[in-house]
């Protein structure tokens, strides 16, 4: 073919369109600027095109830049099996991981599961990405992430393994006539109630919506939190009563919390699980971190239960 090409040169080319610049590419890289452009002009004159377009405010992809990065993805993707494959055969769960979870479930998870997988499996390094839904399973479909923690189901072609059923649970103000209450709740005894959400994007927004609209309450629409630490300010305020998972109950409504919680009997809840690409090399890893996780999980969630 009389064509050099490096996988180095590909994934410089990969950052550069992911960024749309050279400066933020090579921060990502972990290497100078220059070099980066040194390599990607080389590999522009091996291939005899422009990939990209270049002035002083901005990057462009060029049209044939736009095909040259799509393949090299899937090139990288390629030789990222092979690194796996190897591994996995050697020590598995070793090297680097990137995993994303959803943030109703990162700072209350992480924290409980992060320790027991170090102990577990010391030699892998965990690359954690905080995003909404939509955006992990971009990176998931695009070869960003190798798994995420998401609320189940999901859409798309993705492997999943269920972790932990997570129920929720009713934060309220004190005095509240359903934080009152001494008996478990009812779905029911919703109706009518003024109920907190998060904004959109939250899969938790359109899980807990679901069960308000079934129940009959109302959403302050004019309300919309942004996390679920605002969210329980919002109630403490007297703005209205929400639903929160259990794990992150736990942590928010507890005392000092300024908000009273209450549970469900039957609950309505959500089913957390790990997912990845069908074509992913790294199935059997990864169902090895699922049960690290699922232990320590169910475990927690044991606990609180019996309180």
Do not use: N
Request: net charge positive; proline share 5%; glycine share 8%.
């Amino acid at each position: 073919m009389g064509v050099e090409l490096t996988l180095r040169q590909l994934e410089y080319v990969v950052a550069v369109a992911d960024h749309r610049g050279f400066r933020r590419a090579a921060e990502s890289c972990g290497v100078s600027q220059p070099g980066l452009s040194a390599q990607i002009a080389q590999l522009e004159h091996s291939l005899g095109v422009q990939i990209f377009e270049r002035d002083r405010r901005k990057v462009l992809v060029t049209a044939t830049g736009t095909e040259i990065v799509v393949w090299a993805r899937a090139t990288l993707d390629a030789a990222a099996h092979v690194v796996a494959a190897a591994r996995t055969a050697a020590q598995p769960l070793s090297g680097t991981l990137r995993l994303g979870v959803i943030p109703t479930i990162a700072p209350y998870l992480l924290p409980l599961v992060l320790p027991a997988v170090h102990a577990a499996y010391p030699r892998l390094r965990l690359i954690l990405r905080e995003e909404q839904t939509a955006v992990l399973l971009g990176q998931l479909d695009d070869g960003r992430l190798d798994a995420g923690v998401l609320a189940l189901p999901v859409p798309g072609d993705l492997a999943a393994l269920q972790l932990y059923r997570e129920d929720f649970v009713l934060a309220a103000p004190p005095a509240h006539k359903l934080a009152r209450r001494v008996r478990r709740l009812r779905e029911d005894d919703l109706d009518g109630q003024d109920v907190l959400l998060l904004e959109d994007g939250h899969c938790l927004r359109d899980q807990a919506l679901a069960v308000c609209s079934h129940a009959g309450s109302r959403e302050v629409a004019e309300l919309r939190a942004t996390s679920l630490p605002t969210l329980v300010q919002m109630v403490a305020a007297g703005q209205g009563i929400t639903l929160l998972p259990e794990m992150a109950a736990a942590v928010l409504a507890g005392r000092g919390s300024g908000v009273a919680s209450a549970r469900f009997a039957p609950s309505p809840g959500r089913d957390v699980g790990l997912v990845w690409r069908m074509s992913s090399a790294r199935g059997r890893e990864l169902g090895l971190l699922a049960d690290v996780i699922r232990e320590q999980a169910t475990r927690q969630l044991g606990a609180m239960r019996k309180k």
